[in-house]
């Protein structure tokens, strides 16, 4: 049985399989930064899953991380489990209905997509709601509706559900946010002075500064926010289609908030978004949402606004909370995961 699974099930020692392909996508190609428009799409496998067999399976989308990529997620540490090993353990325990994982590659040259439609990223919700779910319905045998998909992550993974169930409606049935980004009036304006400071040392010569990052083999604290503010800004705030013509929430002269520009990082708020968004939310059937009260980013109260305003409009959310912080949440994967699978329909 075990000569029939990839190597990389192999590797983990997995019970059911994982396969790697790789899709070109249209809605990324010739994008400004030179990423990749092949990516690859990562399918875990149930076991007795049979390619020739008449049984169909409902999908759960993982979204990655700020500065992941599919690789990422599937590597493994001792003492750690991955997402894959989770949802192998919970399948194979009969904690959970058997189901197809799909991890979705989101990475770009400064380090992540946020999974939104950018000029200067290219198109990654689309890729994601499109040309992936496409590729997995043609390739696997899935239940091929919004009743048969769900979609989760862990920190720009989580903003991702949150906005592709928001603003993509009829494509997921459910969302798990694990410490997702959102409440940006708390999450993002800690690292602005820092940032601020960095982009000064370089003249604000944006391109001059991430060649740097680049070529760094250590990178401090203030260089780690200083490149994930600028991959917030290419999602949010691109100025144009040219690489790294960005604009910042900050002015250049003093490092005073740069309202204009943070008012446009606002719209992509799901705290805010979510007051928009009641018929869309509405229609899923499981909304789940959770941080730990020690998170850096001050996104367990993110998690409390939005969790406290989908209420007030009349829905029901599952909010929990960790005495944790940011980093190394997978273990949460143990409660959302076979969660999601309960509300998808099956066969």
């Known amino acids: 049985m075990n000569e029939t699974k990839s190597p990389l099930a192999r590797l983990m020692q997995l019970e059911g399989d994982v396969r790697v392909e790789f899709l070109e996508s249209a809605a990324l190609k010739g994008n400004p930064l ?6 690859p799409v990562v399918a875990y496998l149930p076991p007795g899953y049979d390619a020739q067999g008449s049984r169909r399976y409902p999908v759960l989308y993982c979204l990655h991380g700020y500065t992941g990529d599919a690789a990422a997620l599937v590597g493994s540490r001792p003492w750690e489990t991955n997402v894959v090993q989770w949802i192998d353990r919970l399948v194979s325990a009969k904690r959970m209905p058997p189901v197809i994982l799909v991890i979705v590659d989101g990475f770009t040259r400064l380090g992540g997509s946020q999974y939104v439609n950018s000029i200067h990223n290219g198109d990654y919700a689309t890729y994601t709601v499109r040309d992936v779910i496409g590729h997995v319905d043609k390739t696997y045998r899935t239940i091929a509706a919004e009743g048969g998909r769900a979609v989760f992550g862990k920190s720009s993974g989580g903003f991702g559900s949150l906005y592709l169930s928001m603003q993509y409606p009829g494509t997921f049935a459910a969302f798990a946010s694990h410490s997702g980004d959102s409440y940006f009036e708390y999450a993002h304006p800690i690292s602005f002075p820092p940032v601020h400071r960095t982009l000064e040392k370089h003249g604000w010569n944006i391109e001059a500064f991430v060649a740097h990052f680049e070529g760094l083999n250590k990178r401090q604290p203030a260089e780690y926010a200083t490149i994930e503010m600028l991959g917030y800004a290419a999602a949010y705030s691109p100025r144009s289609a040219k690489a790294f013509d960005l604009d910042l929430p900050l002015q250049r002269e003093t490092g005073e908030l740069n309202r204009a520009v943070f008012d446009r990082w606002l719209q992509f708020d799901p705290a805010r ?50 005495d944790d912080d940011h980093r190394n949440v997978g273990y949460r994967y143990e409660i959302s995961m076979p969660a999601l699978a309960r509300v998808l329909e099956s066969q």
């Open 273 to 322: 978004m979510c007051l928009e968004k009641k018929a869309e939310l509405a229609r899923l059937r499981l909304r789940y949402i959770d941080c730990g009260r020690k998170d850096e980013y001050g996104l367990d109260v993110g998690a409390r606004v939005m969790a406290s305003r989908m209420r007030e409009l009349g829905l029901e959310v599952r909010h929990e909370e960790f």
């Open 34 to 39: 030179g990423d990749p428009s092949e990516r």
